[in-house]
């Protein structure tokens, strides 16, 4: 079972940039998908980017352009680099992790009753 730890989070501006990280517990998490996720307050969390077995990022229509999803399998980790931050990109954002390589395959939203494995959630609060 895997351990997941975001951390990266903070307070910017509208335009602002902030690298969220994903520390893994352990080594073979090479054998996962991973993805990022979203919740706002009132909202249903849903995914931003995931990353699948072999490498490929896939991103919602709302996070192209703007973020990148990438890790260090060496190093046990999942990075989240986000760009032009806006008001609406405030919540939580969370790491999770499956070794079921379809659930991060590109889809219009991705389910995060499939993934097995999340962190706690770092805050990421946008303001205008």
């Known amino acids: 079972q895997v351990r997941l730890t975001e951390s990266g989070g903070g307070s910017v501006q509208a335009g602002g940039s902030l690298n969220l990280t994903c520390v893994a517990s352990e080594s073979s998490y090479s054998n996962y998908c991973m993805g990022w996720f979203r919740q706002a307050p009132g909202k249903e969390r849903e995914g931003d980017a995931t990353l699948t077995l072999d490498g490929r990022p896939n991103y919602a229509d709302s996070a192209k352009g703007r973020f990148a999803i990438s890790k260090d399998t060496a190093k046990n980790i999942l990075y989240l680099r986000m760009t032009g931050l806006k008001p609406d990109d405030t919540a939580m954002y969370y790491c999770?992790?499956?070794?079921?390589?379809?659930?991060?395959?590109?889809?219009?939203?991705?389910?995060?009753?499939?993934?097995?494995?999340w962190g706690h959630g770092t805050q990421v609060t946008v303001s205008s």
């Open positions: 999770a992790a499956d070794v079921i390589n379809s659930i991060c395959e590109p889809t219009t939203t991705w389910r995060e009753d499939l993934f097995t494995f």
